[in-house]
């Protein structure tokens, strides 16, 4: 592509490019957008599968302007547009990540070949759906198996459709979910939520939900689509007395028809190389040290942080990409301080 707008320069051999964006989904492309509008020179370290979980979506119906839009093609456009003012993206993966210090002026980071140095640096790596590792589930993602509910309970109007988990996250995914769907199925493999009391009382309040307790997914059946969910039922319990099936190794192995299932067990930030160069939480997702008018500064001078990666909330697109616009902004005002 060629660039149409350049507002930076790619800095020499052995000089330290203004910001390195480690990441490469919709909050990295458009940090990049306006650092380099911003006129710092900007490198994307884009990871040898970038693009993010968008790229394992189809349609995606609530980003603004682009309703109905295939979520691969979303993100490329999101790449071409940040590449359009002079960033550059490297595909590989960032192996190590250093701090300045008395004998390191700038930050290095390393990647399987090369070492970047930069004067800061945008943590955008964003966090990976904890999926169930069941058979049929990466066959049909994107095919009925989902992890928002947000994103795509409008394509499961009046159809029967499965949530997985006991969480908060599970509660607020089936109650999205019973605005569209004829009937949801609360599945999870204890027989007591860890969610809170309030949205527990939402959900056993809800008509259109039905827990299933005890119980977890075997397998998730269907050939281009989702058609039923294997269940495993532990024996013995009140919940495996109501179902038939066979019963193996102290559960009961049951099918259920269903149109789509929603998977709420967690999501894990994508923090590893980070930890104890800038505050964790207990989950592992970037700590935010609001300071000095920088919003998305962590608790490392210099490093400032956007989208999922700390976002354990919203975790949408559009709040990422909102997010990737702050901590550009952030970083050009930070630079321009430093001088």
Avoid at 101 to 110: A, E, M, V
Avoid at 132 to 140: A, T
Avoid at 173 to 184: I, M, N, R
Wanted: aromatic residues 8%; proline residues 3%.
């Amino acid at each position: 592509m060629t660039n149409v707008l350049t507002f930076t320069k790619t800095p020499n051999a052995g000089e330290p490019w203004d910001v390195a964006i480690i990441g490469s989904g919709p909050s990295a492309f458009t940090a990049a957008i306006y650092t380099s509008r911003g006129a710092l020179s900007t490198l994307i370290l884009g990871g040898d599968m970038w693009g993010g979980q968008l790229m394992l979506t189809t349609e995606v119906d609530n980003f603004p302007a682009h309703p109905g839009i295939m979520g691969p093609e979303l993100m490329t456009k999101m790449k071409d547009h940040a590449l359009l003012f002079g960033a550059k993206m490297i595909e590989k993966n960032v192996t190590s990540f250093e701090v300045p210090s008395i004998n390191n002026k700038y930050f290095k980071l390393t990647t399987a070949d090369d070492l970047y140095l930069a004067k800061s640096v945008i943590i955008a790596t964003g966090a990976d759906t904890s999926w169930l590792g069941v058979p049929g589930e990466d066959k049909l993602r994107g095919r009925g198996v989902s992890s928002c509910a947000p994103c795509d309970a409008p394509f499961f109007k009046d159809k029967k459709v499965a949530v997985v988990g006991g969480g908060d996250s599970a509660m607020e995914e089936a109650l999205v979910l019973t605005k569209y769907a004829s009937e949801v199925v609360l599945i999870h493999r204890r027989d007591s939520f860890r969610a809170s009391a309030a949205m527990q009382k939402r959900v056993f309040e809800n008509k259109k939900i039905q827990v299933l307790w005890d119980s977890s997914v075997a397998e998730i059946l269907g050939d281009e689509k989702v058609t039923g969910l294997k269940i495993k039922t532990t024996a013995g319990t009140k919940q495996a007395q109501k179902v038939k099936g066979e019963e193996k190794q102290g559960f009961v192995y049951w099918n259920m028809d269903i149109d789509g299932i929603f998977v709420a067990i967690g999501h894990t930030p994508s923090t590893k190389i980070f930890k104890d160069k800038v505050e964790l939480d207990t989950k592992g997702f970037i700590v935010k040290k609001s300071a000095d008018g920088f919003n998305t500064l962590t608790s490392q001078k210099g490093v400032f942080v956007a989208g999922d990666v700390h976002d354990y909330h919203y975790k949408q697109a559009i709040t990422a990409a909102g997010f990737g616009c702050m901590a550009g902004m952030d970083t050009v005002k930070y630079l321009a301080d430093q001088n």
